[in-house]
């Protein structure tokens, strides 16, 4: 239960200094005499008028209380809510090429923007989401899905070395661009992630771009590495060794791919970097979320103002007749 007033619910507090009177006028009223024995008024008992001699007043405070809270307007409410959501369909298309081992994001380049991507797919639960991964070549990881629990086992499960070595950047971002041109989304989104140049593949990034274009998928580009060399595993022929090797993003091209499809090109240089650029890519994809809320109200007031007005008769009728001495 509610109240329409709540506020005059706090004419409640009358009540005490009207029971402060009652209390000051029975003192005042009631007369006093001094007696030497009351021995002649043993065994008299005073009879149910008067142990009942203040039901009158405490049916008028009740009656006065009942009407306050009529006032107040008691009411209940059922309310429910009928939301409609419409996800996007989001393709991460991810580089896992050999290079995609540099550690200057830790512990590597791969396994920072797999835990990163993890996080933003665990807080897109309306999307279905696809992974595509390409190095020299390029196949599909996991298809558009719901189930975010298998892609994200799927996604645990990449590594360099899965595929043909080389960065064929076209390629992959054509394959994600299959993925999501029979979508009937009205939010279709490709993340490309690499770290290099487009050197292998039959497809051109731009023509891949263009493409995607035509379907009305916005791609998002994320060039990762940090400025110059960073270190990476390296085999010699003294085995494996950590070397700085140059960082070679071809960030006009990103940025053009990014440009052609109404997306936008980031730069990683380190792990938070790579978070921030998720994050931003999360505020800027929305879902849309339709509420809405109906409440129906019903007044309760009527029992409590029919139980005032019959205390209050009741109240009159006492003191006009069985209790008509009592003020």
């Known amino acids: 239960m509610e ?3 709540p506020r005059y619910l706090f004419l409640l507090l009358l009540l005490i200094p009207l029971i402060g009177w009652y209390i000051f006028k029975l003192r005042k009223v009631q007369a006093t005499i001094k007696m030497s024995s009351t021995a002649a008024f043993r065994g008299v008992h005073a009879s149910w008028k008067v ?22 307007r008691p009411q209940a409410s059922n309310s429910w809510e009928t939301s409609k959501s419409e996800g996007i ?6 580089d896992v090429s050999g290079s995609m081992l540099a550690q200057d994001l830790k512990p590597n380049r791969v396994e920072a923007a797999k835990k990163v991507a993890s996080e933003f797919i665990s807080d897109r639960e309306q999307d279905k989401i696809g992974l595509v991964i390409f190095a020299g070549e390029s196949f599909t990881q996991a298809p558009l899905t719901t189930d975010h629990g298998v892609l ?7 590594r360099p070395g899965m595929i ?22 009205k939010s279709k989104v ?17 023509t ?3 493409l995607a274009k035509s379907y009305g998928i916005r791609v998002y580009t994320i060039g990762v590495g940090t400025q110059g060399t960073a270190p990476a595993p390296v085999m010699t022929p003294f085995g494996e060794r950590i070397q700085n090797v140059p960082v ?55 029992p409590y103002a029919l139980m005032a007005i019959a205390l209050l008769l009741g109240e009159l009728v006492l003191r006009r007749t069985i209790f008509r001495s009592i003020p």
């Open 89 to 94: 369909d989001i393709v991460m298309a991810l």
């Open 248 to 302: 070679d993003i071809d960030e006009k091209t990103l940025s053009e791919i990014a440009s052609v499809t109404g997306g936008e090109y980031f730069r990683a240089v380190d792990n938070k970097s790579l978070k921030n650029i998720y994050t931003q890519i999360d505020e800027m994809e929305k879902y849309l979320i339709s509420v809405n809320k109906v409440t129906r109200k019903q007044e309760l007031y009527l």
């Open 208 to 210: 891949a771009a263009e």
């Open 164 to 185: 043909e070595d080389g960065t064929a950047i076209g390629l992959g971002l054509a394959n994600a661009v299959n993925r999501l041109k029979d979508s009937q989304s």
């Open 190 to 206: 490709v993340i490309l992630l690499t770290d290099g140049s487009n050197n292998r593949g039959q497809i051109a990034p731009i």
């Open 152 to 158: 994200l086992n799927l996604l645990h499960e990449i």
């Open 3 to 5: 109240f329409a007033n």
């Open 51 to 72: 142990h009942l001699r203040h039901l009158p007043f405490v049916i008028r405070l009740i009656v006065i209380a009942l009407v306050i809270v009529v006032i107040a």
